[in-house]
């Protein structure tokens, strides 16, 4: 099955820009995704990048895919406190029916921002 | 606001007590719900797709009689921890495909923290 694996630490002072990376194994995941969790919460989907994209921006958050190597990061600029979360990376799994996706999460990487 | 709502958000019961946690979709159905279990420190671990209508996929490894799914409607799917253990306590979250969307997208449920004494 699909593996998903990234780093479980980050910490960067706030205004640096932040660089999340991630692997993947399953080359045929279709979406990879970027989801947030703050302490005691659910997850929040911040983003996603279909597979046959290279690259996606929205505002602060840059999505680079390298599908050669399976290869997912994302990067947050100017890089705030309140940014400081789990950062989930994900890939599609198998299909669930009814147009649903199971999805295989890696564990979480802990963005902590030094004022 | 929310679209996918859990509840409770905490609880706390006896060993060999049952807990009933709630995921319901807000202003959308959902025929497909997942159930996952988080540990401090580590990912969501996948325990059941809840299927409205019909029973309930377990991962491996996770016991039917145990963690029970009902699917009762298109907005509601509910988790029954029965005769709770300590080993129990975790983090349980839900989550809701997006409706319409072929993208994957999951809404996530707030959470909810089971505390087995």
């Known amino acids: 099955g699909e593996d998903v694996e990234q780093s479980l630490f980050l910490s960067v002072r706030e205004g640096d820009s932040s660089v999340i990376n991630c692997t993947y194994t399953?080359?045929?995941?279709?979406?990879l995704y970027w989801y947030k969790q703050e302490p005691g919460a659910g997850l929040q989907l911040l983003t996603y990048?279909?597979?046959?994209?290279d690259m996606k921006q929205d505002q602060r958050l840059t999505v680079l895919l390298n599908k050669k190597d399976k290869h997912l990061s994302l990067r947050i600029a100017d890089t705030q406190t309140g940014d400081s979360a789990i950062y989930f990376c994900?890939?599609?799994?198998?299909?669930?029916?009814?147009?649903?996706?199971?999805?295989?999460f890696g564990k979480g990487t802990k963005l902590s921002v030094i004022p | 606001g929310a679209v996918v709502s859990q509840h409770p958000s905490w609880v706390i019961c006896k060993s060999g007590t049952s807990v009933k946690i709630e995921c319901r979709s807000l202003d959308f159905q959902a025929t497909t719900m997942f159930w996952y279990r988080q540990f401090p420190k580590q990912s969501l671990m996948l325990m059941a797709t809840?299927?409205?209508?019909?029973?309930?996929?377990?991962e491996q490894g996770v016991e039917k009689d145990k963690f029970l799914i009902n699917h009762a409607s298109l907005t509601l799917s509910t988790l029954t921890v029965t005769s709770a253990h300590p080993e129990d306590s975790s983090f349980y979250i839900c989550s809701a495909p997006r409706q319409g969307a072929n993208t994957g997208e999951l809404f996530f449920g707030e959470g909810s923290r089971l505390t087995v004494l």
């Open positions: 809840s299927n409205e209508g019909s029973k309930a996929t377990y």
């Open positions: 399953d080359s045929s995941s279709t979406y």
């Open positions: 994900a890939a599609q799994a198998r299909y669930s029916g009814a147009g649903s996706y199971q999805l295989t």
């Open positions: 990048i279909f597979s046959n994209m």
